[in-house]
């Protein structure tokens, strides 16, 4: 005994009624029930070879407004060469325009379709038109107003002649076009047999109510079964984007090893992004094709005149630090200049200028810029996480320590530190992680501890150490992305099909 549910057999008698096989359109409409009910039902009874779905594709046309329009008023190629047949055969563009009350974003169209249709010629220089033949009634006019008398229409019941025009249409833009499933059912044997042997509608009750309990009715009806394992509609819930779930981990993990989070402004003089950690004011990186310059307003301003005075020195001459500097003179109008910060470390160094206690333990990931050329590899507006510790004995080994525990917890475990450099730190090094999927070593993090230099004219006692680098890279390698350009291109397929968790 085949045990069905009330919706089955409602799909299934009102199969009988359209005499079999019906779309599911009509099934909804004989059985009462909603689009949905019908298509589980009808999936459950395919499983049990009661039914079978045909499924054939429909592509349905429909004109858009442009389209519309023409098809009202003719193509604009008709409307010109009908008002040059008027004009008797030969005449200025100017004048077949205005007869035609041609609108001028047509003109172009208009002209180019007369040469291809080979309906006129035009003379170049004189810019005088000649019409060349009776011009019949093409096919895409005939689309178009088929169209018009009636649409959407199904591409596949046009004539083959007119399924030509279809094509131009659309790359004229003056159609919709959309790819429907269309979906019909059929009673197979087994099917028609179950209903000559008859079937009863039994109704169920898919809900138990308060009112079904306390009445005691509860005992009676039959409650609906559910197949938790049945396929239900596909839904797009509302979700992070995955680089921003990832952005949100890393922010978690500095936060878990104690760090706070620091934030400074996107425009920044090159002070606090260049000057202040001791990069000599001719550093090829200050170049305007890597770094983008503010053409409105100029210039910011400066820090007191303590501390510009004793980064000026140091650039120059060392000052206290025991440094020679870099041995040029050093002009304030430089590190005026506002720009879009090159690195987040302009944030760590505004933030220490005014925390020079330890312990500071703070982080930042944020957006930054630089000027290139999008590519694969590049974007000129990218993410960077930094991270600080500022203490009394804080030494390079604790530096390497922290960032070990960092890339563990973000699931990286192979990781070396190889040399490196960056004028505001010293020693330098470039933190590596070992990437299995790709078999290489990948660069993510520049560290070092600062250079007195750098610490010296903020006036900041203990040593501190200091890590960075692009977020970008990391978020690439996490999820699998090749293309960095990817990563901010919104494409709702790859948005969608990435999970809800990464
Ligand atoms: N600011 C460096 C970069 O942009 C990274 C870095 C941060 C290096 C802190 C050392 C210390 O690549």
Known sequence: MVELRENEQKTLLALEKLRGRGSVDRVVEVSGLAHAAVMRAALSLTTRNLIKIHE?????????????????????????????????GEASVEDVVEEATLEKKFLTIALGWLH??????????????????????????KLLSLLDEKDPLIVEDLSKELQKAVSVLKRR?????????????????????????????????????????????????????????????????GKIHPAQQIIQRVRDIFLEMGFTEIRGPIVETAFWNFDA????????????????????????????????????KTHENGWITGSRGWEYTWSPDEAKRLMLRTHTTA??????????????KVFSVDRIYRNEKVDYKHLAELHQIEGII??????LRDLIGTLKEFYLKLGLKKVQFWPGYFPYTEPSAESV?????????????GMGIFRPEVLAPLG??????????????????????????????????????SPICQ
Request: proline share 6%; aromatic share 6%; charged share 30%.
């Open 347 to 360: 944030v760590t160094i505004r933030y220490l200028a005014e925390h020079k206690e330890p312990p500071v």
């Open 433 to 445: 992680v070992y990437v299995p999927e790709l078999k290489t070593w990948m660069e993510l993090c």
């Open 56 to 88: 054939r594709k429909q592509t349905i046309i429909a004109l858009n407004r442009e389209g519309r329009y023409h098809a009202r008023k003719g193509l604009p190629e008709r409307r010109l060469i009908n008002s040059l047949t008027k004009l008797g």
């Open 277 to 312: 950690l001791f990069q000599p004011q001719d550093h090829p990186a200050r170049e305007m094709m890597d770094t983008f310059y503010l053409a409105h307003p100029r210039k910011g301003r400066l820090p007191t005149k303590d501390i510009v005075n004793a980064v000026a």
């Open 173 to 237: 833009r003056l159609v919709e076009i959309d790819e429907k499933t269309l979906r019909e059912l059929e009673l197979t044997d087994a099917g028609w047999e179950l209903i000559k042997r008859g079937i009863e509608t039994v109704e169920e009750v898919s809900q138990l109510s308060p009112k079904l309990i306390r009445t005691g009715k509860w005992q009676k009806v039959k409650l609906r079964r559910f197949d938790v394992t049945a396929p239900g509609p596909i839904v797009y819930p």
């Open 390 to 395: 500022m203490d009394k004995n804080v030494t």
């Open 116 to 141: 291809r249709k080979g309906w006129a010629t035009i003379r170049k220089k004189k810019r005088v038109l000649k019409s060349l033949k009776e011009p019949p009634t093409g096919t895409d006019e």
């Open 460 to 497: 900041i006692k203990y040593p501190v150490l200091a890590w960075g680098g692009g977020l970008e890279r990391l978020i690439m390698l996490k999820l699998g992305v090749e293309d960095i350009r990817h990563l901010y291109k919104n494409d709702l397929g790859w948005i969608r099909r």
